[in-house]
């Protein structure tokens, strides 16, 4: 259950303010090139996306109990 | 070959798949089992992927690169910031709070005109986002049957209308089964949830079989992409645009809170805020899911069909066909349908709550010849109304399908919705976080943002159909040019909705704020303000009540809520209200201001908080309160509350004291009566030989004839009597000493062996007179070496040998004296072979002034303070002193004294 100004939801929300930045312009424009064939967009974007997830579970599954 | 009649029976199947889910999930509820998991709530909020997400993100994505991924990137950051919506759904349990049209007018003093204007903004945004979802349908049945050989039968032609239809009856069955208060519809969110995980899947093998079976892979696509001129800008983001990465963004964060079925799952349908603990992650991982694979599908397509001109918004089913892979091919076709379906149904029945609570119901309460005043059920009438309503949404999202067709105004409807809806963000956010939000501020907001969306983007959209004149898109409104549609006030340069989100946004929140600072709320107003926005914080029924002053009757509330809910469901509710103030019969309840707020929630969960706060008005004569009286209990509540905590606080405190001081007391009272006794014992103690020196000298001071033999005795027994009385003093003075710690000890290396064999020496001569034999057992080998002063050893020693030559029977009696050398200490054993001690007395004769043997018939033999000294003695040099005996088998007095550590 999440309380008051639990600490978990400000880990969340903080989650929210990184990710923000990492997924929007300026820094959109710097991966360029390619990998293996994939463009670096491509895995940048879905590689910070996962990343996020990856994190927001950790918080609220984890840290949560 | 796919036929007809078997896509016809497949999705059949699969709707009445999803009845059986939802009345599963619905007779789970009503026995009190919940089937809304966590799980199954992340998946249910996954209904934000509609068919736009599953046939568009493709057709997107071949205009657009990646910037269709905006659209599920928003959406994840947003449910990041899961305060604002526990916040919302908090509010919304509190407040029977059923739509998010009801949220604003109850926030903003219950405003029946401010819950009609969301309603109507919501459905206009809205029905064409639903058009597009038949549209979807309808075209996807068209590409299966171009390929297949029954294309010519004329049996589908309008199968739109029958799926349209066959929504309608299942929205109908599941989302209006009965009126409930909290509005909430299990079997429907388990169905959704289904449908989730169908479209998904769907998704999925699609990519997957495009990706690694008709292409060698990602990489391969990529490159072959990177090969092909045309479509190496798909591969990169268009850095030109980076307003329109952030705007986009942006909107569908927005949506994911605002969109009338969002809302409805996510907050109405929530059943337990701690699922949101698991949303936070499971939905943006959906998201990330079912778009991994749609860029190089779109890439895959153009690749495959280059040249030919296929609708790139079809390549989730033309690929799968095109390799004659038709099994897939349907499938990917019921993923689409279950895209469809769910969004339509939960958008369908949040509308439709909408339609029914803000627009009939208001409108129906003030036509004059509605029959308010009689008493009839109407609650069916209700239920009616909202089916009408969802037939009449489905009817115009058809009627909306038909006549768009192919027009521009329907493929860009999905961004066009979310601008719409991104409308009630400064009402809602404001309402949540800031108390002096007014009413006419946030009508304002609202109609300034929905006229600026209304003539920057959906009428532009209706232009570029060709279904109005485009005039004011090019030249400006009456031909000025600071008013053309998309270039207000010559902003040109942005895309369209970058262009209208700014305009909109910009005239909505200064509109709010600034009407918000220029008005005055209403007392209703204020008050909801500070529940809304101090919702973690403001629990308080006492204030609650005082908020409401006036007379009420039981009956007319009770009548309403018959009326409205239905007898059964009011019978129901009015019993748990009762069971919750402690009455046996909900008749008996006092109509006070708990009752009369009861009675408006549970109407608000039925007709929306301003009808039922015009409802129970009718009801009951309130007496206003004034806006500074509401402000002040409302202050008060907190401020009491803040000083109850505190209060709780130091009562905390305050006991633990008086705990710590009553135990205290008790040892105090405990020692003082210890000490009474004492006093009693000693100077009984002292008055026996007192009195018997007394007596004797008295008869010798009285009597002088008596003879000298007898004088010679009695003052044996005077000199005698006298020793002991010095001796009890001595003891006692020893004893006080002992106990203050005040007495002097030399502590020096003692040979205990010495004490014990000198000891025995002096008492011989006593041992000998009564004739009782010592022997002494020592152990061999050198002195026994402890730390301890010799002389209080010594009396201990004697102290010891002294009460056992006391015991044992004169004659026979036999005294051994044993020590025997331990790892940390020396034992000392004084066994006799006397009476010995009962099982009670073995801890008794360490008390002081209990002696051992029968004190009541027997003359003492001691002073009842030695082995208490002893055993204080023998504690002071680390050591224990106890008693083992049995009854008729002797007595062994032993004590232990610490060797001396070695030194290492």
Redesign the interface.
């Known amino acids: ?2 309380k ?2 639990s600490p ?3 880990r ?2 903080a ?2 303010l990184l ?2 930045p990492l ?4 820094l ?2 710097l991966p ?1 090139g ?1 990998m ?4 670096d ?2 895995l940048y ?2 590689g910070v ?2 990343g ?3 994190l ?2 950790w918080v ?2 984890h840290r ?1 109990k | 070959m796919t036929s007809s009649w078997l896509v016809a029976l497949l999705s059949t199947a699969y709707l009445g798949l999803l009845f059986a889910i939802a009345r599963f999930g619905d007779a789970r509820a009503d026995a009190g089992k919940s089937i809304i998991s966590a799980n199954v709530y992340a998946l249910s909020l996954a209904v934000y992927c509609t068919s736009w997400t599953f046939f568009g993100s493709v057709g997107r994505a071949t205009s657009g690169g990646l910037s269709f991924l905006t659209i599920y990137i928003g959406p994840t950051l947003m449910i990041l910031c899961v305060s604002v919506i526990v916040k919302m759904v908090r509010i919304s349990k509190r407040q029977r709070i059923t739509s998010i049209a009801d949220f604003i007018a109850s926030r903003y003093g219950k405003s029946q005109f401010l819950a009609g204007l969301v309603t109507v903004i919501a459905v206009i945004g809205v029905v064409p986002y639903i058009a597009l979802q038949l549209k979807a349908i309808s075209a996807s049945l068209d590409v299966l049957f171009q390929q297949a050989v029954e294309a010519s039968e004329p049996w589908w032609l309008d199968s739109t209308f029958a799926i349209a239809a066959v929504l309608a009856v299942f929205t109908i069955l599941f989302g209006t089964r009965h009126l409930d208060a909290t509005e909430r519809h299990e079997g429907m969110v388990a169905a959704v949830a289904f449908d989730s995980v169908v479209k998904l899947a769907a998704f999925v093998a699609v990519g997957l079989f495009v990706t690694y079976g008709l292409f060698g892979g990602m990489s391969d696509i990529f490159q072959r992409a990177a090969a092909t001129p045309e479509l190496t800008r798909l591969l990169g983001l268009d850095h030109g645009r980076p307003e329109t990465w952030t705007s986009l963004v942006l909107v569908s964060g927005l949506a994911i809170l605002f969109l009338p079925r969002q809302f409805q799952i996510m907050v109405v349908e929530n059943v337990d805020e701690g699922h949101l603990r698991r949303a936070v992650w499971l939905f943006p991982l959906y998201l990330l899911l079912i778009n991994i694979f749609v860029l190089p599908l779109a890439i895959g397509g153009l690749l495959h069909f280059a040249g030919r001109p296929v609708n790139p918004d079809t390549f989730v089913l033309t690929l799968p066909l095109a390799q004659g892979a038709e099994g897939l091919a349907v499938f990917a076709f019921i993923g689409g349908l279950s895209a469809a379906t769910g969004m339509v149904i939960v958008e369908t029945i949040a509308l439709s709550t909408m339609v029914c609570n803000d627009l009939v119901m208001p409108w129906l309460l003030r036509l004059q010849s509605f029959p308010l005043s009689e008493r009839q059920d109407l609650s069916g009438i209700l239920l009616g109304i909202r089916r009408g309503a969802i037939a009449l949404i489905l009817l115009l999202g058809y009627a909306y399908f038909r006549a768009a067709g192919e027009a521009y105004a329907l493929v860009g409807i999905g961004l066009i919705s979310f601008a719409a809806v991104a409308q009630f963000a400064p009402a809602m956010f404001g309402g949540m976080y800031w108390k002096a939000g007014t009413r006419a501020g946030a009508i304002g907001g609202l109609l300034g943002g929905f006229a600026v969306w209304l003539y920057t983007l959906l009428l532009p959209s209706f232009a570029k159909s060709g279904w109005i004149g485009s005039a004011f898109v090019e030249e400006g409104l009456f031909g000025w040019p600071w008013l053309k549609a998309q270039a207000l006030f010559g902003l040109s340069g942005l895309d369209e909705i970058s262009h209208c989100l700014f305009w909109s946004l910009f005239a909505n929140i200064g509109l709010y704020v600034a009407v918000s600072l220029l008005s005055r709320p209403g007392v209703v107003e204020a008050s909801q303000a500070e529940r809304f926005v101090d919702i973690l914080r403001y629990d308080h029924p006492a204030a609650e009540a005082r908020l409401w002053r006036g007379r009420a009757s039981v009956e007319g509330l009770v009548g309403l809520l018959e009326r409205f809910l239905g007898p059964a469901r009011a019978r129901q509710q009015l019993a748990a209200y009762a069971a919750s103030r402690k009455v046996s019969d909900w008749r008996r309840i006092a109509a006070d201001a708990q009752f009369v707020h009861f009675a408006e929630t549970q109407l608000a969960g039925a007709i929306g908080s301003a009808s039922a706060r015009v409802m129970v008005s009718s009801a009951v004569e309130e007496e206003p309160l004034g806006l500074e009286e509401v402000l002040d209990i409302l202050d008060e509540a907190s401020q009491v509350r803040a000083y109850s905590r505190e209060l709780e606080r130091k009562s905390g405190e305050l006991e633990a004291a008086t705990a710590e001081l009553r135990s205290a007391n008790e040892r105090l009272l405990e020692l003082d009566r210890l000490k009474d006794d004492f006093v009693s014992t000693v100077t009984h103690e002292l008055r026996t030989p007192l009195t018997s020196i007394l007596a004797l000298s008295e008869m010798l001071h009285d009597d002088p004839e008596i003879e000298l033999s007898d004088r010679m005795r009695f003052l044996g027994i005077i000199v005698a009597e006298g020793e002991r009385l010095t001796r009890l003093i001595n003891q006692i003075l020893d004893l006080a000493k002992l106990e203050s710690k005040q007495a002097e000890w030399t502590s020096g290396e003692v040979d205990i062996a010495e004490v014990v064999r000198e000891s025995a020496g002096s008492l011989g001569r006593l041992f000998q007179d009564r004739r009782v034999a010592l022997s002494t057992e020592l152990p061999d080998g050198g002195p026994l070496v402890v730390l301890a002063d010799r002389d209080r050893l010594m009396q201990v020693m004697i102290n010891l040998l002294s009460n056992a030559v006391k015991f044992v029977p004169p004659g026979d009696g036999r005294v051994r004296v044993a020590m025997t050398k331990e790892a940390e200490d020396v034992r000392v054993e004084v066994a006799d072979n006397g009476p010995g001690l009962g099982a009670g007395e073995a801890e008794v004769v360490f008390e002081k002034f209990r002696q051992g043997g029968d004190t009541l018939t027997g003359k003492p033999q001691g002073t009842g303070l030695g082995l208490p000294i002893s055993r204080r003695i023998v504690e002071h040099f680390g050591g224990r002193l106890w008693v083992e005996s049995r009854p008729g088998q002797g007595a062994t007095f032993i004590f232990t004294v610490p060797l001396p550590r070695q030194k290492t």
Request: no cysteine; hydrophobic share 55%.
């Open positions: 259950m999440f008051r100004s978990n939801r400000q969340l929300a989650l929210a990710g923000a997924l929007s312009y300026p959109l424009a360029e390619q293996n064939g994939i463009p967009v491509f974007l879905f996306w996962g996020l997830i990856g927001a579970a609220a599954e949560g």
